[in-house]
């Protein structure tokens, strides 16, 4: 049995928050930054969805073949928030940007 991603960016940004641990309520509210995590969430949500729906074309536009799957979703969502909570002071956009897109 296998689980297909939904159709369409937005029903795929849909599913992308209720997957675990995002759809926990109390993770989710557990971030001591609650402005800059939503923003940096959606974000990250959003380049999961932009990369499912994108798997669809084929190699159209895409030299190498990029996976960004549903258990990379869940430890990049557990990775920003970790940051977030530990540099009270800046958010370290280079640490987040290897750790995600690289």
Not at 25 to 41: S, T
Request: with cysteine; glycine share 6%.
């Amino acid at each position: 049995m296998t689980n297909e991603p939904p159709k369409g960016l937005r029903s795929n940004l849909l599913g992308s928050y209720n997957v675990y641990p995002i759809q926990n309520l109390e993770f989710f509210d557990g971030c001591k930054k609650p402005k800059e995590w939503r923003k940096l969430l959606f974000g990250l949500c959003f380049f999961h969805a932009v990369i499912q729906e994108r798997r669809k074309f084929g190699p159209l536009g895409w030299n190498i073949p990029y996976e960004f799957n549903e258990s990379d979703l869940r430890i990049s969502v557990r990775q920003l928030q970790m940051f977030l909570n530990e540099y009270p002071d800046k958010i370290p956009f280079d640490a987040l940007k290897y750790l995600t897109g690289e």
